[in-house]
């Protein structure tokens, strides 16, 4: 009777054994996928699209690279066009987080699409020419000649419209063998010697690093242009999108923009 009993209590302990050996193990798994749950979204990884204008190219990809390294987890995208190709986009709905544009007038058209603006940099134009300035252009009268080649951006584009701002206020009539979509193909046009000038941003001038050169136009016949930058209502990554547009207003962006020939807002 003792044995038997005893034999009882050991088949008992082994049943109960065997049943709560995988109940532990489900305990286990279950533990790690609650734990799995709750780690941190700093493993997140956010991609963050930014509409420039066309002259921030160079200086922006400078600055995605710094603000990716104090910002880890986020990598920043862009697309550069002419402001009034991206305000175009923006209307459209393509999917963007962010924008900034080359003049206050294209932001201001998308008040509806966009958070509050704040300017984030400044520019002002320049008469673009070949390396060694081969025809001699010195002001902007010297572009009514008419033996010289002169492309001008289109109107609708900001820097088209800037130019035609100072031409107009000098009296000048300037007849363009061509009109671009934005100031980096008037810039190409130039260094690649289709055409004797243009009129560009300072700081593309800057950015062709020899290839093209710049003449100066006096304060009083200039314009300054200025670069409003936002965050897109329709952003997915809302939260993103207005932390980068504040980073750009910053002292480490700030300094990007300065180095690159950026004036202050």
Not at 114 to 122: E, H, N, R
Not at 126 to 139: F, H, L
Not at 146 to 156: C, N, R
Request: net charge positive; glycine share 6%.
């Amino acid at each position: 009777m003792s044995q038997m009993f005893t034999r009882c209590r050991v088949t008992a302990a082994l049943v109960t054994t065997a049943v709560l050996v995988p109940l532990a193990a489900c305990g286990s798994n279950d533990s790690k996928k609650d734990s799995a749950a709750a780690s941190p979204a700093a493993d997140k990884k956010t991609q963050l699209t930014v509409l420039a204008a066309a002259s921030l190219t160079d200086v922006f990809k400078t600055a995605g690279a710094a603000y990716e390294k104090t910002h880890p987890g986020t990598t920043v995208k862009f697309s550069f066009a002419g402001s009034q190709e991206l305000a175009s986009q923006v209307k459209q709905g393509a999917p963007a987080d962010a924008l900034v544009t080359a003049d206050t007038k294209t932001m201001d058209g998308l008040k509806a699409d966009t958070d509050a603006p704040s300017v984030i940099a400044k520019n002002r134009l320049v008469i673009a020419v070949g390396k060694g300035n081969p025809k001699g252009v010195k002001t902007l009268k010297d572009l009514t000649k008419s033996d010289l080649k002169v492309v001008l951006a289109a109107p609708e584009v900001p820097v088209g419209r800037y130019s035609q701002q100072v031409l107009d206020a000098q009296k000048l009539t300037v007849k363009p063998v061509s009109q671009e979509a934005n100031v980096r193909a008037v810039l190409s046009k130039v260094e690649l010697g289709e055409a004797d000038s243009g009129i560009v941003y300072k700081t593309d001038v800057t950015a062709a690093q020899g290839k093209a050169q710049a003449v100066d136009i006096p304060d009083d016949q200039n314009a300054i242009a200025s670069y409003p930058a936002a965050a897109l209502k329709d952003s997915k990554n809302a939260k993103a999108a207005d932390t980068f547009v504040k980073w750009l207003n910053g002292a480490e962006a700030q300094k990007i923009l300065a180095d690159a020939g950026f004036q202050k807002p």
